[in-house]
């Protein structure tokens, strides 16, 4: 699952935005890394954990991808999300290892203003895996190690959804930065061991996702600024006048 939610992220971030581009030249591109903090609500986990004797595991986490999208600059975009990240925690010997990967495709509206500010409204739909290990102790030899084991490993996945609102400004034509801050709700599996499942917390994930982005690319030749030649209105050319010939003449044949 986490290796085909990796090739997935690079493939729709990659391949969307060239897509949705060769439809025209109306069409604007723009894709860059992506790194974000989640505040995630880790209550149950926590609670699981620490009434075995662990650490708390962190709750704030820190997350580096990337995002690529395609559409008129100020309509309807559609792009692709991928990012991962892990915090780990530590007691004495013990410690937990909690990890995240999540992937999506997205559709946004955008709204450009007077100031040059651009607002955009948005959902991301997609999914991801969490990874949680913990480690009772450190071995002392190689047959400590594999005669008592000491590691214990687990991964789920889940399916989410991210409704944000973003603020972009581009300081250049062909780069842009991008704030954004959203929500996300998933609904997750039950925990697997190998190939052994069970239920353990967190049933469903949630939690406030904040974004910097710096996109490059640039928008479609619709919105490029209207040069003089465009506003000019088309004088008609005048016609010649006819030349006259003389009565005494007879016209040349």
Request: aromatic residues 10%.
């Amino acid at each position: 699952m986490r290796f085909l939610g990796k090739f997935f992220a690079i493939v729709i971030v990659l391949a969307i935005p060239c897509a949705v581009a060769a439809d025209g030249p109306q069409d604007g591109a723009g894709g860059g890394p992506m790194p974000s903090i989640l505040f995630l609500d880790l209550g149950g986990l926590n609670d699981a954990v620490t009434a075995a004797g662990y650490p708390r595991v962190s709750e704030v986490l820190f997350t580096m991808g990337g995002s690529g999208y395609g559409g008129r600059s100020n309509e309807i975009r559609f792009g692709g999300v991928g990012a991962g990240g892990a915090t780990t925690s530590r007691s004495g010997e013990r410690s937990v290892r909690f990890g995240l990967e999540y992937y999506g495709l997205f559709v946004e509206k955008a709204t450009a203003s007077d100031s040059g500010l651009t607002v955009v409204l948005g959902t991301v739909m997609g999914g991801g895996s969490l990874d949680l290990r913990l480690i009772d102790r450190f071995p002392d030899s190689f047959g400590d190690a594999v005669g008592a084991p000491y590691v214990a490993s687990m991964t789920k996945d889940f399916y989410s959804v991210q409704p944000y609102v973003a603020f972009e400004a581009r300081p250049l034509r062909w780069m842009a930065t991008r704030f954004q801050l959203g929500f996300l709700w998933a609904l997750t599996d039950p925990w697997t061991f190998e190939a052994v499942e069970f239920s353990g917390p967190p049933r469903t994930l949630t939690g406030l996702v904040a974004s910097l982005t710096v996109q490059f690319g640039g928008p479609g030749e619709d919105d490029e600024d209207a040069t003089p030649d465009d506003d000019a209105e088309i004088q008609p050319v005048p016609e010649e006048p006819a030349a006259e010939t003389s009565p005494d003449q007879p016209p040349s044949e």
